[in-house]
């Protein structure tokens, strides 16, 4: 993804069943969480879904 202004991707994906069946990939991030959605959604349009996620 390189670099990100405001927020930090700390997770990608929870193997969820139901994410894979929707073909979804879910982000988590930490930071400006609308900022991400925005940055996000528009690369990726409605495969990704984020969300705030504590780092490791």
């Not at 990726?44 to 705030?52: I, K, L, N, P, R």
Request: charged share 15%; aromatic share 8%; hydrophobic share 45%.
């Amino acid at each position: 993804m390189g670099h990100t202004s405001g927020y930090s991707i700390v997770m990608v994906g929870d193997g969820s069943a139901v994410s894979f069946a929707r073909g979804v990939v879910e982000v988590g991030v930490s930071g400006n969480l609308a900022r991400a959605q925005d940055d996000l959604r528009a690369r990726f349009g409605h495969w990704v879904t984020v969300s705030v996620a504590q780092p490791l």
